[in-house]
């Protein structure tokens, strides 16, 4: 039999077919009318209208039958809350039924069916089933109290889940042990603060008893929650990974990457001097390796973690280089983390194999990769001083192949060894000299540009070098500017005779013609040093160079305790706390390793870095590329990474702010990411070079919003607010509001690019809502925005778009394109824009309408603090087309009866009552539809007090 | 944990879509299908349909090849793995465990593959109800259950088993398989013949400098059991692992002269979860009761003492700019008895190459531009022989400065022995129950080394 006949297109029709279908009196053919309804759903096909023939296909002693149509319930019981109790009854009887699998999977529907009103009814066979006598129906109860906890915390709490569920840790079946460790721990982890999971040794014990014996899944659950045990002291620590060790020989992967994470959280506890501390770490290395052997997916996941191993405990791996050597084959995102991996582990001991690996790596095809490749000489040459000769000699051989990126990349490094390595290279100026009209890159541009600056009087024509980039001086990124600015002010600094006319030229440029202020800034700077103190400008510019540290892109040791803690984790994937990437309050506890025990390696505080870079050396380290991400965003970005060098630290750190938020923006929005962490440098080190360099933030701060107040006749206007922050839209900043003026809704928005990169093809969509609100033309964006513009757009809007009922009523969802990504965010708009023109009812009308409509549809509403008269608000209200109808003066009180018309034709009629002296008024509503007089008190309220 | 499971087909339309948490697709994960009139579903802002969208926009219709198996889109994680032409993708939007998620995607495609063979379009649409309600019996709440074939097996099936035909104590010994801690096999199993098999499988990997210097070699290798045995039988494995020989060879000293040299290093094992761990670690023994049927015994690698079956002798010399001579010789390193396989060189060709000539001693070859590589077959080959082939390519002169990136001489064969040196000593079956004893069960052994990636640089 083939079920591929349920995919073919449908016509139309089809759902009253369906209907016939399901409700036939012949098992079969309800059973495959049932299939395809299921098949539609699958595709994407609106089957909800289905939802009562469906149920009363739930009475069957069929399981198969039973399942699709439990699978149809759990779609749609939450869009179809009221008739999903007409199902509670079929689950009640189910939890009772003889056969367990019949039970287990009645309270595990019940469970993913996210209806409050059902949830009153799960409590009660919930009960049952976690006592159940069968273990597969308790171990599906034990996932169920998660499912609840989820849809509403408190009664599972009050309904006393928890401790039944504590129990079940004790229970005798494995595997119910391994389900209520994992419910447990989830919910643990949304309150952090609780003791639900009361670790103590005898739990632990049961634990690790039923780790021997459940199903792999239920052993990672288990060595998961195991890591979050802290040991009272260091006999525990050791006894805990005795038991825990074998799991290294576990098939399932996962299984070996959670075990490693418990013992590398448990050995911060054990003295370096015990045996069985050096035992553990040999015992560390196999696995790890044989995890390269796993499919590619899970090798990436492998080697990202080995990756922070790698930098916590460089000894376990230290002589495993070669498994890391890059296979031809190998999906790209496994090379680039093998390279990665590699020049952390390159030695003196390795470093001849290592070299020649990345020289056969260079020739590669993929230019990421390649780029990767050449930086890493690069970097081993920094690492290791013994290999720093043969790594230039291999760079200068790449040069010489002439491929474009290779050269870039080399010189980029090339720089770097220079500032390692003062006064022992720098023979191989000329040949970089020779390429100089190669580098079309900024990067590479600038660290040329640095080179002849720094040995500008080695140089006979560094002049004339620097003179011909100066031309298009307009055309160049920022950090080319900025290291042009520099480069010159070193030579003239170091051959001032000959060369004041560029310094006046540059300097006029950066400071007159340019509106880039971080350039302007730096340019009035040197200006007013050489102007002032020409010796001061020669200590400042040419001033000592702090050493660069071997160590780059290393992360920093808080971080990396705690990614220790989440070893197997997408947290140990992202290289990211998961406050980064998860939403809420779950996951966000932080973790860390345990104090490590006094012992003989007191010393090593965990403030050093963990490679043993002697202590102070930590500031100098050279702002990292961060991962690869970090490399590509910093093409396009160009920070100014090879900043002068006095205002090294401060210019990166501002630099690196954009690169961090853009970062972040990409995989989430917490500020502090990757990028931001990853620096050690304290903005506050260099006082002299903050001057000379603008922090990225304050950048933004310049162009911050002038909210604007509608100012314009018609109804009222509420001012611009933000709602779309820069932050959660890489850097495109949206604040807007809506407008009503003769007849014609818009949406005024004001647009402001925060980000350093142009933007173009704007587009704008509005989700169906409930007034059917649309654009009624494109969004027109005539030029390109670019960095740090603000447009201003009016958009106008049609009411006859698509209808679906929003939560709330006046929520309106909106997507924006432009070049870089898309973004979404909703805001509410004010529904006194869809009060109509003609909204105004005759006195007879009026009068009948309003007796019409029932009672309890009348709203009340209290409206403080609005001392107006009947007269003023009267026509205050009717700039907005909320029309007074008729006015009486009862027991000297005024009262104003007055309509309003919503675009889809629905009528308010409202009664407002003043009192002269009292601030306050009374607004009663009547309305047919009584969901929108809120939202129509909300725009009496509004118009009132604006 | 797993928010959420979809199967896509190359197209990136839906097969499959299992949600199984709110928390995936919220709006913020929509995507610009919304702005794509041509997209299946233009408008439909459903919430579980944003992360389907996000993923097809992001992953499947990317034009640069995958960077990450784990994308992040607007707070959501896509963990992605591709069979063919189907995408098996988990969504979620906690910090899960990255490893079990993989691996959770693997074993799905293992489960399926044991139901209907072959993951593909066809397959997937054919039995779409089936995969439903796997997917609903071994991911709760986004929690892998029980995803052993052998138990999902006796109540998972493609008929449908109608509750009442069971009887009680059927319905008890389900459950008790399922959640039980032998999972992986049921009770009451009979055979007439007690039999079982073992296949020892390596793969051989290399990487060698054009020199000849062994850049990296290892060896890993698996051992895939087929039993059919009665009862639950108490099986134990040995083999001449270098570890247990010592052990042993303290007790009796001639043994350890004789056996010492055979013994191996394994450098890690990890096995199937049948065997106890507890008990390798302790005592380094192997002892289990297997599932019915063919599984994955154990895994093991080795670096040291490797027989490295072929030996690649490269010889390439550039004449001018358009001609390229290439001279390959293949050396076989085993016993003269024995033959090896399916043997096949691929020696790599430049982009532009434009002709060339071929001559092998032995077998066929073959240039194959659509493969730029020259691929070389030869049946058989016994042991301590050696071939040759050289070629004559003839390239059109380009004005691209980048080099050709020469990747490195590939092999593949197939040989029967270990390459490892890996020896299977014994596999002792008891079952105490059964009247059936070790000497009744009937055994077979064959081992079979393959090529990995078998490269030689030039």
């Given at each position: 039999m083939t079920d591929s006949k349920y995919f073919t297109t449908t016509k139309k029709g089809e759902i009253f077919e369906l209907k016939a279908e399901l409700n036939s009196d012949k098992k079969e053919k309800k059973k495959e009318a049932v299939k395809k309804v299921i098949a539609s759903m699958t595709v994407g096909k609106d089957v909800s209208a289905l939802f009562p023939d469906v149920v009363n296909c739930m009475q069957t002693d069929n399981l198969e039958l039973k399942k699709l149509v439990y699978l149809y319930l759990m779609n749609y019981a939450k869009s179809q809350p009221d008739m999903a109790i007409m199902a509670v009854n079929t689950f009640v009887k189910d939890c009772e039924d003889p056969n367990p699998l019949i039970r287990a999977l009645a309270v595990r529907t019940m469970g993913c069916i996210r209806v409050d009103k059902i949830t009153e009814y799960l409590c009660e066979p919930l009960r049952k089933c976690l006592k159940d006598e069968d273990p597969y129906v308790r171990k599906t109860a034990a996932v169920c109290v998660a499912k609840l906890h989820d849809i509403n915390a408190q009664l599972v709490e009050d309904q006393g889940f928890l401790d039944t569920l504590k129990d079940l840790i004790s229970d005798s079946n494995p595997m119910v042990v391994a389900n209520a460790v994992a419910a447990l721990s989830e919910i643990a982890e949304s309150h952090p603060?609780?003791?639900?999971?009361?670790?103590?040794?005898?739990?632990?014990?049961?634990?690790?008893?039923?780790?021997?014996?459940?199903?792999?899944?239920?052993?990672?659950?288990?060595?998961?929650?195991?890591?979050?045990?802290?040991?009272?002291?260091?006999?525990?620590?050791?006894?805990?990974?005795?038991?825990?060790?074998?799991?290294?020989?576990?098939?399932?992967?996962?299984?070996?990457?959670?075990?490693?994470?418990?013992?590398?959280?448990?050995?911060?506890?054990?003295?370096?001097?015990?045996?069985?501390?050096?035992?553990?770490?040999?015992?560390l290395a196999p696995p790890l390796v044989t995890l390269l052997s796993a499919e590619p997916e899970l090798q990436y996941v492998?080697?990202?973690?080995?990756?922070?191993?790698?930098?916590?405990?460089?000894?376990?791996?230290?002589?495993?280089?070669?498994?890391?050597?890059?296979?031809?084959?190998?999906?790209?995102?496994?090379?680039?983390?093998?390279?990665?991996?590699?020049?952390?582990?390159?030695?003196?001991?390795?470093?001849?194999?290592?070299?020649?690996?990345?020289?056969?790596?260079?020739?590669?095809?993929?230019?990421?990769?390649?780029?990767?490749?050449?930086?890493?000489?690069?970097?081993?040459?920094?690492?290791?001083?013994?290999?720093?000769?043969?790594?230039?000699?291999?760079?200068?051989?790449?040069?010489?192949?002439?491929?474009?990126?290779?050269?870039?990349?080399?010189?980029?490094?090339?720089?770097?060894?220079?500032?390692?390595?003062?006064?022992k290279y720098e023979s191989v100026i000329a040949t970089l000299c020779e390429n100089l009209d190669s580098l079309d890159e900024p990067e590479a541009r600038a660290a040329m540009i640095w080179i002849v600056g720094e040995y500008a009087e080695r140089i006979d024509n560094a002049d004339e070098l620097l003179e011909s980039f100066l031309e298009g001086f307009h055309d160049e990124s920022t950090q080319v500017q900025l290291q042009l600015l520099t480069a010159i002010v070193k030579l003239f600094l170091k051959k001032p005779t000959e060369t004041q006319e560029l310094v006046q030229q540059v300097l006029s440029l950066a400071t007159q013609d340019s509106d880039n202020p971080d350039l302007r800034d730096r340019g009035y700077i040197y200006w007013r040093l050489l102007s002032t103190d020409p010796v001061a400008a020669k200590e400042v510019v040419l001033a000592e160079k702090p050493l660069i540290s071997e160590e780059t892109d290393l992360i920093e040791p808080t971080l990396l305790d705690e990614l220790i803690c989440y070893i197997g984790t997408l947290a140990s994937v992202y290289h990211k706390p998961p406050s980064a990437f998860v939403e809420g309050g779950r996951g966000v506890v932080h973790k860390s390793l345990p104090p490590r025990t006094a012992s003989s390696e007191s010393a090593e505080s965990p403030e050093t870095a963990p490679?043993?870079?002697?202590?102070?050396?930590?500031?100098?380290?050279?702002?990292?590329?961060?991962?690869?991400?970090?490399?590509?965003?910093?093409?396009?970005?160009?920070?100014?990474?090879?900043?002068?060098?006095?205002?090294?630290?401060?210019?990166?750190?501002?630099?690196?702010?954009?690169?961090?938020?853009?970062?972040?923006?990409?995989?989430?929005?917490?500020?502090?990411?990757?990028?931001?962490?990853?620096?050690?440098?304290?903005?506050?080190?260099?006082?002299?070079?903050?001057?000379?360099?603008?922090?990225?933030?304050?950048?933004s701060d310049l162009f911050d919003l002038t909210s604007?107040?509608?100012?314009?006749?018609?109804?009222?206007?509420?001012?611009?607010?933000?709602?779309?922050?820069?932050?959660?839209?890489?850097?495109?900043?949206?604040?807007?509001?809506?407008?009503?003026?003769?007849?014609?809704?818009?949406?005024?928005?004001?647009?402001?690019?925060?980000?350093?990169?142009?933007?173009?093809?704007?587009?704008?969509?509005?989700?169906?809502?409930?007034?059917?609100?649309?654009?009624?033309?494109?969004?027109q964006v005539h030029a390109p925005l670019s960095p740090n513009q603000t447009v201003e757009i009016s958009l106008p809007l049609s009411t006859v778009?698509?209808?679906?009922?929003?939560?709330?009523?006046?929520?309106?969802?909106?997507?924006?394109?432009?070049?870089?990504?898309?973004?979404?965010?909703?805001?509410?708009?004010?529904?006194?824009?869809?009060?109509?023109?003609?909204?105004?009812?005759?006195?007879?009308?009026?009068?009948?309408?309003?007796?019409?409509?029932?009672?309890?549809?009348?709203?009340?509403?209290?409206i403080r603090d609005c001392p107006l008269n009947a007269e003023a608000a009267s026509s205050k209200l009717q700039s907005s087309n909320i029309f007074t109808v008729a006015k009486r003066n009862v027991e000297g009180q005024d009262m104003l009866y007055q309509s309003l018309k919503l675009t889809n034709g629905i009528w308010v009629l409202a009664e407002l009552r003043i009192q002269p002296g009292n601030p306050s008024c009374t607004l009663s509503l009547k309305c047919r539809a009584p969901e929108v007089s809120q939202h129509v008190y909300q725009a009496y309220e509004t118009i009132l007090k604006n | 944990m797993i928010g959420g499971l979809f199967i896509y087909n190359h197209k990136g339309e839906v097969l499959i879509s299992r949600v199984y948490r709110d928390d995936i697709g919220s709006r913020q994960a929509a995507?610009?299908?919304?702005?794509?009139?041509?997209?299946?579903?233009?408008?439909?802002?459903?919430?579980?349909?944003?992360?389907?969208?996000?993923?097809?926009?992001?992953?499947?219709?990317?034009?640069?090849?995958?960077?990450?198996?784990?994308?992040?889109?607007?707070?959501?994680?896509?963990?992605?793995?591709?069979?063919?032409?189907?995408?098996?993708?988990?969504?979620?939007?906690?910090?899960?465990?990255?490893?079990?998620?993989?691996?959770?995607?693997?074993?799905?495609?293992?489960?399926?593959?044991?139901?209907?063979?072959?993951?593909?379009?066809?397959?997937?649409?054919?039995?779409?109800?089936?995969?439903?309600?796997?997917?609903?019996?071994?991911?709760?709440?986004?929690?892998?259950?029980?995803?052993?074939?052998?138990?999902?097996?006796?109540?998972?099936?493609?008929?449908?088993?109608?509750?009442?035909?069971?009887?009680?104590?059927?319905?008890?010994?389900?459950?008790?398989?399922?959640?039980?801690?032998?999972?992986?096999?049921?009770?009451?199993?009979?055979?007439?013949?007690?039999?079982?098999?073992?296949?020892?499988?390596?793969?051989?990997?290399?990487?060698?400098?054009?020199?000849?210097?062994?850049?990296?070699?290892?060896?890993?290798?698996r051992v895939v059991m087929k039993s059919y045995l009665s009862g639950m039988p108490e099986c134990k494995f040995g083999m001449n692992d270098k570890i247990v020989i010592e052990k042993q060879g303290k007790g009796t000293a001639d043994e350890t002269s004789k056996s010492g040299k055979q013994s191996i290093a394994i450098d890690d094992c990890t096995f199937h979860q049948c065997v106890r761990l507890s008990k390798f670690d302790s005592e380094r023994s192997i002892s289990f009761i297997p599932p019915d049927g063919e599984f994955e015994l154990m895994r093991y690698r080795t670096t040291k003492d490797?027989?490295?079956?072929?030996?690649?002798?490269?010889?390439?010399?550039?004449?001018?700019?358009?001609?390229?001579?290439?001279?390959?010789?293949?050396?076989?390193?085993?016993?003269?008895?024995?033959?090896?396989?399916?043997?096949?060189?691929?020696?790599?060709?430049?982009?532009?190459?434009?002709?060339?000539?071929?001559?092998?001693?032995?077998?066929?070859?073959?240039?194959?531009?659509?493969?730029?590589?020259?691929?070389?077959?030869?049946?058989?080959?016994?042991?301590?022989?050696?071939?040759?082939?050289?070629?004559?390519?003839?390239?059109?002169?380009?004005?691209?400065?980048?080099?050709?990136?020469?990747?490195?001489?590939?092999?593949?064969?197939?040989?029967?022995?270990?390459?490892?040196?890996?020896?299977?000593?014994?596999?002792?079956?008891?079952?105490?129950?059964?009247?059936?004893?070790?000497?009744?069960?009937?055994?077979?052994?064959?081992?079979?080394?393959?090529?990995?990636?078998?490269?030689?640089?030039?």
């Open positions: 603060s609780s003791n639900l999971l009361d670790l103590n040794p005898q739990s632990i014990n049961k634990l690790l008893t039923a780790l021997n014996e459940c199903t792999e899944w239920g052993q990672i659950f288990i060595l998961d929650c195991l890591a979050n045990y802290m040991p009272k002291d260091d006999r525990e620590a050791q006894s805990i990974c005795e038991r825990v060790t074998p799991r290294l020989s576990h098939a399932n992967s996962a299984v070996v990457l959670s075990a490693v994470k418990v013992l590398m959280k448990f050995m911060e506890m054990l003295s370096k001097d015990l045996d069985y501390y050096g035992t553990l770490l040999k015992k492998a080697l990202r973690n080995i990756n922070l191993i790698v930098q916590k405990r460089p000894e376990i791996l230290k002589h495993e280089m070669k498994v890391f050597f890059v296979k031809y084959n190998d999906p790209i995102y496994v090379k680039l983390e093998k390279l990665d991996i590699m020049i952390r582990l390159a030695s003196q001991a390795n470093i001849a194999q290592v070299l020649a690996e990345l020289k056969e790596y260079a020739t590669e095809v993929d230019v990421d990769f390649v780029r990767k490749a050449v930086r890493a000489i690069g970097r081993c040459a920094i690492k290791v001083e013994q290999s720093a000769e043969r790594c230039v000699s291999t760079l200068l051989d790449l040069i010489q192949t002439k491929v474009n990126y290779v050269v870039q990349e080399a010189i980029v490094v090339i720089k770097d060894i220079f500032r390692k390595y003062p006064n490679t043993g870079a002697p202590p102070g050396e930590q500031p100098d380290v050279i702002p990292a590329q961060g991962d690869l991400l970090g490399d590509l965003l910093n093409l396009d970005l160009g920070p100014p990474v090879s900043g002068p060098p006095l205002a090294t630290s401060s210019v990166q750190m501002g630099a690196v702010d954009l690169l961090g938020g853009g970062l972040d923006s990409l995989m989430g929005d917490e500020p502090e990411g990757i990028g931001g962490t990853n620096f050690v440098a304290p903005p506050t080190a260099a006082v002299p070079a903050n001057l000379g360099a603008p922090i990225g933030s304050g950048l604007g107040v509608g100012t314009l006749s018609g109804s009222y206007v509420a001012p611009k607010a933000v709602w779309l922050p820069a932050m959660k839209a890489k850097g495109l900043e949206i604040s807007g509001t809506f407008t009503r003026q003769v007849g014609s809704i818009s949406m005024d928005l004001q647009l402001t690019n925060k980000a350093l990169q142009v933007m173009t093809d704007f587009a704008i969509q509005f989700n169906r809502n409930s007034f059917g609100l649309a654009p009624a033309a494109p969004l778009g698509s209808v679906m009922k929003m939560e709330p009523l006046n929520n309106l969802q909106v997507a924006v394109k432009n070049n870089i990504d898309v973004f979404y965010f909703s805001t509410l708009y004010p529904l006194h824009i869809l009060f109509v023109e003609d909204g105004k009812m005759d006195r007879q009308m009026f009068l009948a309408t309003w007796k019409d409509i029932p009672n309890e549809n009348e709203a009340q509403f209290q | 995507d610009s299908a919304v702005f794509s009139s041509s997209g299946p579903f233009p408008g439909e802002w459903l919430e579980a349909r944003n992360a389907v969208d996000a993923f097809r926009v992001n992953v499947i219709h990317a034009r640069q090849q995958v960077r990450s198996p784990v994308t992040n889109i607007a707070r959501t994680s896509f963990f992605h793995v591709k069979r063919s032409n189907i995408w098996l993708a988990a969504v979620t939007k906690q910090n899960v465990n990255a490893a079990m998620v993989f691996e959770f995607l693997y074993k799905m495609c293992d489960v399926m593959a044991a139901y209907f063979g072959k993951i593909s379009e066809e397959n997937i649409k054919n039995n779409f109800v089936l995969i439903y309600e796997l997917l609903d019996e071994i991911l709760d709440f986004g929690y892998p259950q029980n995803s052993e074939t052998g138990a999902l097996k006796t109540f998972i099936t493609q008929q449908g088993i109608k509750s009442q035909h069971q009887t009680k104590e059927e319905q008890s010994q389900i459950t008790s398989q399922v959640t039980g801690q032998i999972g992986w096999r049921r009770e009451g199993i009979k055979y007439r013949r007690n039999e079982l098999f073992l296949d020892v499988l390596e793969s051989v990997n290399l990487l060698m400098s054009p020199q000849g210097q062994v850049l990296s070699a290892h060896v890993s290798g490797i027989i490295l079956p072929f030996r690649v002798i490269p010889l390439v010399r550039e004449v001018g700019r358009t001609k390229l001579e290439v001279k390959v010789v293949i050396k076989s390193n085993f016993k003269p008895s024995l033959l090896a396989q399916k043997i096949e060189v691929r020696i790599p060709t430049p982009l532009n190459t434009s002709g060339v000539q071929v001559i092998c001693m032995k077998g066929k070859a073959k240039y194959k531009a659509s493969e730029n590589a020259i691929v070389w077959k030869i049946k058989r080959m016994a042991g301590m022989k050696e071939s040759q082939i050289s070629a004559e390519i003839e390239l059109l002169p380009t004005n691209d400065k980048k080099k050709w990136a020469r990747p490195p001489i590939s092999m593949n064969f197939e040989v029967p022995f270990a390459p490892s040196g890996l020896k299977v000593r014994y596999l002792k079956v008891f079952e105490p129950k059964l009247n059936y004893s070790d000497h009744d069960v009937i055994k077979w052994v064959r081992y079979i080394g393959r090529s990995g990636i078998y490269e030689t640089r030039c």
